[in-house]
């Protein structure tokens, strides 16, 4: 039997492909590894959001090389948003690559093993067109990791943010329909999956027939043994009050929210062409956070957008400090050739953007702290995970429902359980808790 080996780069819908792609391989009779220097097969799936991200998976196929050195018939892919980026521009750099194939394509893959095999381990192929109907609807992952499963609902992307490479690379946004996404759930939740967590770059216009996503989330919340279900990502124009109720009303939808803002000032949202302004957006937050008891809601940033300046990044902190989300992931800027941002004058320096990135994540850590620490006493619902990735003897961790890391002891393993932790302290982002009745 043939062995597969995945590395994954980028969000969590790179994470879903790679299972997609391996319930496409296991249908072949590829079986899964961990061990690289064991495989037959590496699959890397990338990322293009920034270039960051890129440069990464370059140092990596470089290092990947040596091992082809070693064994002259392993096979080497690459996946994802950089193979609809670059497309043959990788196997021209590094020929040592046997084939390059986009998020359209996945489909083609045993057929691409096929062509190596026959014409050799020396051979390579691009595939790189956009099919904007394929959605993989009726085909199911195989999900490997822990409690949480992920399920796309949706691909590709209409938003066209400007600084934004995902249109470009996944191509227009089309939603899978909502039969296909339940029977997904179903079969998780009897492969015993207690929390699902929706995907999509814009879940809120997902579409299928009549049903919008505030239907289908209800309709994965009705699945039996289903205990959680989450989604990302929001976009804050389209988050509608329908989805806000559904996620006040039913006891299984989460109360966490990932709902980016990208920027806090008027004239950068403009130029990000987010289609929101600052007010519309506290006031939507404002809105979730009165309806939605003991909501998680988190953020996205991007400092040093071309054009920000000291006024513009000031209104991005106050922003921060006004809404006290529970989490924000803050990125520096990064253009992407092709888009609308690429074009614009770059007016930040790197240095200015280190430090602006500093300062936001120390005031954003000094709000959830402060956040956190208004958690203590109270009795928060787990669903455990495992033991702790420090993993001291006895030492566990959950998830509370609002998306935050809670470590607790416990004197028997515990894993896929819902458990009630009293919280007891605070560490950076981290819950420490007792379980309750212990
Ligand atoms: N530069 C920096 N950050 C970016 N993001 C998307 N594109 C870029 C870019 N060109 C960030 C946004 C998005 C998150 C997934 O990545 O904040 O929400
Ligand atoms: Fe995900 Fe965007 Fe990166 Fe593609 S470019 S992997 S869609 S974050």
């Given amino acids: 039997m043939k062995k597969v080996y995945f590395e994954t780069y980028g969000c969590q819908m790179n994470k879903y492909d790679s299972e997609l792609v391996a319930g496409i391989l296991g249908q072949e009779g590829y079986l899964l590894t961990d061990k690289v220097e064991d495989s037959d097969l590496i699959l890397i799936n990338t990322c293009s959001v920034r270039e960051h991200a890129e440069k990464r998976v370059f140092g990596r196929l470089d290092a990947l090389r040596q091992l082809k050195k070693k064994n002259q018939d392993l096979v080497i892919g690459v996946m994802g948003c950089m193979a609809a980026r670059l497309k043959d521009g990788i196997t021209e750099s590094r020929p040592f690559v046997n084939f390059v194939v986009s998020p359209d394509n996945y489909r083609s893959i045993p057929q691409l093993l096929q062509k190596i095999e026959q014409d050799g381990s020396d051979s390579h192929f691009t595939l790189a067109e956009f099919n904007e109907y394929e959605d993989y609807g009726e085909l199911f992952p195989s999900h490997t990791r822990g409690v949480n499963a992920w399920v796309a609902i949706m691909r590709g992307c209409n938003n066209f943010c400007s600084y934004c490479i995902v249109p470009y690379v996944r191509g227009r946004e089309r939603s899978r329909k909502l039969i296909n996404v339940v029977s997904e759930v179903e079969r998780l939740a009897q492969q015993n999956y207690k929390e699902i967590t929706l995907l999509g770059q814009n879940v809120n216009s997902y579409h299928d027939g009549e049903n919008d996503f505030a239907d289908l989330i209800l309709r994965v919340a009705d699945v039996e043994g289903i205990e959680r279900v989450r989604f ?181 393993p515990v894993s896929n359980q819902m458990l009630d932790v009293r919280i007891i302290d605070v560490k950076g982002h981290t819950l420490f808790g007792e379980l309750v009745g212990s």
Avoid: W
């Avoid at 400090?321 to 800027?333: L, P, S, T, V």
């Avoid at 990064?334 to 994540?361: C, F, H, I, M, W």
């Avoid at 030492?395 to 998306?403: H, V």
């Fill in 232 to 412: 990302a990502t929001s976009h804050p124009k389209d988050l509608s009050d329908k989805l806000i109720e559904a996620i006040a009303a039913h006891p299984k939808i989460c109360n966490h929210i990932h709902l980016p803002v990208q920027a806090g000032s008027d004239k950068i949202l403009k130029a990000m062409n987010r289609r929101y302004t600052r007010e519309h957006y506290l006031r939507l937050a404002e809105k979730a956070r009165a309806k939605i008891d003991g909501l998680g809601l988190y953020t996205d940033i991007i400092v040093g957008f071309p054009g920000e300046t000291d006024e513009d990044f000031q209104d991005t902190v106050d922003l921060l400090k006004e809404i006290e989300f529970d989490g924000a992931f803050i990125f520096k800027y990064s253009p992407r050739e092709g888009t609308k941002a690429a074009r614009l004058q770059e007016t930040v320096s790197e240095k200015e953007k280190v430090d602006r990135l500093k300062y936001l994540n120390e005031v954003q850590d000094e709000i959830s702290l402060k956040k956190n620490m208004r958690l203590v006493g109270k009795i928060e619902t787990v669903l455990a995970e495992g033991p702790s990735k420090k993993a001291k003897p006895n030492q566990y961790m959950g998830r509370t429902e609002a998306n935050k890391i809670v470590v607790f002891d416990s004197k028997t």
